[in-house]
C-alpha cells in the first residue's frame, strides 16, 4: 500500500516529487493526474467534489493508504467531504502551502488566486485569515 497523490492534470507532479524526496525510498507513491477533465478551476463546486471522490475511490481501489490532494481547487472545495468520506486520511495543499508562505515571508499578507474560476467564483480573493494565522503559529490541522 502506498500514498495516492491527486490532482486535476500534470501540476501535482511537484508535490509528487516532493514527497519521493521527503518519504523513504521504500514507500510507494501513485500518481493520478485527471486530465480528461481538467481543469478543475471551471468546474461548479459539486462537480469538483464528485470528482474527487471518484478519483479517491479510484485510488482506494488500487490500495493507497493515504491520500494526498495536490490541486488547490480540489483542496479548496472538496477537502471536507474528502475527509468525511474517503475512509482514509486525506491531506490538502492549501494548509501547508500557507504555512510554508508564511514562514518564507516577513509580510504575511497574501493572496490566493485561481488560475481558471468559473462565474459566480471570483479569481482573485480577499486576504484569507488562515494564512495570516498561519504566519503567528496559530493555524491548526
Request: charged fraction near 25%; aromatic fraction near 2%; glycine fraction near 10%.
Given at each position: 500500500m502506498?500514498?495516492g497523490v491527486?490532482?486535476s492534470?500534470?501540476?501535482?507532479?511537484?508535490?509528487?516529487q516532493?514527497?519521493?524526496?521527503?518519504?523513504?525510498?521504500?514507500?510507494?507513491?501513485?500518481?493520478?493526474g485527471?486530465?480528461?477533465?481538467?481543469?478543475y478551476?471551471t468546474?461548479?463546486d459539486?462537480?469538483?467534489?464528485r470528482y474527487?471522490?471518484?478519483?479517491?475511490?479510484f485510488?482506494k481501489?488500487?490500495?493507497?493508504?493515504?491520500?494526498?490532494?495536490?490541486c488547490?481547487?480540489?483542496?479548496?472545495?472538496?477537502?471536507?467531504a474528502?475527509?468525511?468520506?474517503a475512509a482514509l486520511?486525506?491531506?490538502?495543499?492549501?494548509g501547508p502551502?500557507?504555512?510554508?508562505?508564511?514562514?518564507?515571508r516577513?509580510?504575511?499578507?497574501l493572496?490566493?488566486?485561481h488560475?481558471?474560476?468559473?462565474?459566480g467564483?471570483?479569481?482573485?480573493?480577499?486576504?484569507?485569515?488562515a494564512?495570516?494565522?498561519a504566519g503567528?503559529?496559530?493555524?491548526?490541522?
Open positions: 502506498g500514498i491527486f490532482d492534470g500534470i501540476g501535482g507532479l511537484t508535490v509528487f516532493a514527497l519521493r524526496e521527503a518519504l523513504p525510498a521504500t514507500e510507494t507513491l501513485v500518481y493520478l485527471d486530465t480528461a477533465r481538467v481543469p478551476g468546474k461548479s459539486e462537480t469538483v467534489i474527487a471522490l471518484e478519483g479517491a475511490r485510488l481501489r488500487r490500495g493507497v493508504k493515504a491520500l494526498v490532494v495536490a488547490n481547487t480540489m483542496s479548496a472545495v472538496a477537502l471536507p474528502l475527509q468525511r468520506e486520511p486525506v491531506v490538502g495543499v492549501i502551502g500557507a504555512e510554508a508562505a508564511c514562514r518564507d516577513q509580510e504575511r499578507r493572496r490566493a488566486r488560475r481558471h474560476a468559473p462565474a467564483r471570483p479569481r482573485r480573493q480577499p486576504r484569507l485569515p494564512v495570516r494565522a503567528r503559529g496559530r493555524l491548526g490541522g
